[in-house]
């Protein structure tokens, strides 16, 4: 998929690869001013534990155990995106994306979800107006939010459909040397039809956000966000929450370190905080890398993910055992203690990737759709690779839950194959 500079919210200043920790400098716009993405994608699931069900009114839990191949814990979906950016001159341009998807009404799968419930829908994921003087870039209308310069609010791609994008305006300046500054104010979350709005319900008091970037030190990039909702929904508060992320990382010759903070709180009566800190460590030798995650969060009751709504995954590098399943959802309401092993080897013409993934709740973790766990591990293993100009990945995931007495072990799996052609 071709990019030029407007798809990037800071892109005047930097953008992020892959939305995560790593800067680079921006690419130069590119020559076409169009761009697209076609492709599928089939999971196999497979579920063994306690399940709720509502019987007579009542909640009732009974063992449940789906094996692969089953068509109700499967899903396919193809998905067809398409964008398109152009500089109008005198610093104006604009930006708009589309995307479909469809299962075609094959039996192999019973749900094509890729970003909503509707096995064939479509949507207009972005479409926004940029204007840019000096050093500053405004960017206004329904865009997508790249982590890095986001983490509390931010856009990641499901089969390449982008899963949440924002109606808002956001500014960046690099009037100071090495630094990135970005302002923003967003009223909305977007998925597929469904306009989610961040603050009181028939009142858009939306999202505020202030972030710094900065690289004046050697190998060394320093970033803080600051957010702020005057008014709230969310499961655990309607009233104003705010949150603090800060990260920094670095490379010291051939290893790389990480650092990252994070803070969420609100007014809301009787709850506490939650925060969370998080280090990585990692190096490469020759085709080789390895990192090493470490990560504590406490039994706070606010959600790392936009006050509960907006992006639908966390930016939590201690993502683990969630985020195996869904992508990187951290959970929160009980201390957590976690530990991830990454590593990756180029082979071939691709790259096999694997995770090692450890999680200790302190105060036992409830799910009232599965119940109660002590900790839980997890494993994947992947191969990504390309084909006459094919993206393709093959992995495999598996997670088991260690239940509390009264309950059964949680064990999930899953079997993934995709292969998208850019354009």
């Known amino acids: 998929m071709k990019k030029g500079l407007l798809l990037s919210v800071a892109a005047s200043a930097i953008i992020f690869a892959g ?7 921006p690419a130069a716009p590119a020559s076409a001013d ?15 534990g306690d399940a709720l069900s509502i019987v007579n009114g009542m909640p009732v839990w009974n063992h449940t155990k789906v094996d692969f191949g089953d068509e109700e814990n499967n899903k ?5 995106v398409l964008g398109v950016e152009k500089q109008l001159g005198y610093g104006f341009g604009f930006g708009a994306e589309v995307a479909g998807w469809t299962d075609f009404g094959f039996d192999i799968a019973d749900n094509a979800a890729v970003v909503a419930s509707d096995a064939t829908s479509a949507e207009v994921s972005q479409a926004y107006l940029t204007y840019s003087f000096g050093n500053t870039a405004i960017k206004a209308g329904r865009q997508a939010l790249p982590k890095a310069v986001s983490p509390w609010a931010w856009s990641d791609r499901d089969a390449g459909v982008l899963d949440i994008t924002y109606e808002g305006v956001v500014i960046a300046n690099t009037d100071i040397q090495d630094t990135t500054l970005v302002g923003a104010y967003v009223a909305n979350a977007v998925n597929e039809d469904t306009t989610i709005h961040i603050g009181e319900n028939g009142d858009i008091d939306g999202l505020y956000m202030l972030a710094v970037i900065n690289k004046s030190l050697a190998n060394t990039t320093l970033s803080a966000s600051a957010y702020y909702l005057p008014k709230a929904i969310s499961a655990t508060s309607s009233d104003a929450e705010w949150s603090l992320w800060a990260s920094a990382v670095g490379n010291v010759d051939s290893i790389n370190w990480g650092l990252q903070g994070v ?18 460590i990692g190096s490469s030798w020759g085709d080789f890398d390895a990192s090493l995650i470490a990560a504590y969060v406490n039994d706070g009751d606010f959600s790392m993910k936009t006050a509960g709504t907006g992006a639908s ?4 590098w201690g993502n683990s055992i969630g985020g195996l399943m869904t992508g990187g959802d951290t959970l929160y309401n009980t ?6 092993a990454v590593a990756s080897y180029k082979i071939w013409n691709g790259k096999i ?3 090692l993934a450890y999680d200790n709740f302190g105060d036992n973790w409830k799910n009232i759709l599965s119940g109660e766990f002590d900790d839980a591990y997890g494993a994947r293993i992947g191969y990504k690779f390309n084909v006459a100009g094919v993206d393709a990945n093959i992995e495999y995931r598996y997670v088991n839950y260690n239940a509390t007495a009264n309950w059964d072990d949680l064990t999930l799996q899953r079997i993934r194959v995709e292969a998208y052609y850019k354009f």
């Open 19 to 25: 939305g995560d920790i790593a800067p680079v400098e």
């Open 353 to 355: 990737y694997g995770e």
């Open 335 to 340: 201390d957590q203690t976690i530990i991830r």
């Open 34 to 48: 169009f761009w697209g993405q076609i492709g599928f994608r089939y999971e196999a699931n497979s579920f063994d």
């Open 76 to 80: 396919f979906s193809t998905s067809v």
């Open 313 to 316: 995954t966390s930016a939590f």
């Open 263 to 280: 803070y969420v709180d609100g007014d809301a009566n009787g709850k506490d905080a939650t925060y969370g800190i998080a280090g990585k």
